[in-house]
């Protein structure tokens, strides 16, 4: 699970929807930022003052983030449906 560290949001610590690049260099949950800008001008991260409040989306990280949540709903539903298969289709056959 440490790989999955970048899909979270430092501000919300949430897995991040709308992952944007702050001035600070830093990903952030875009939502999340923007309430933070409107009273700070540090970065959450570093504590140092943003000298640009320009946001850019992440766009590999937010091509990630879904790509590892299809494959969580696809596992999901693959251990899903094995488990309403009868006990016969699981047997192995001789």
Known sequence: MESLRAFVCPITHDI????VIAGDGHTYERRAIIR?????????TTNLQLHTTTLL???????AIQDFRALQS????EASEGAKRPASALAPHC
Not at 36 to 44: A, M, V
Not at 74 to 77: V, Y
């Open 57 to 63: 989306p992440n766009i590999a990280l937010r091509k």
């Open 36 to 44: 933070w800008l409107e009273h700070h001008d540090t970065s959450p």
């Open 16 to 19: 991040m929807e709308d992952p």
């Open 74 to 77: 696809g596992e999901a539903q």
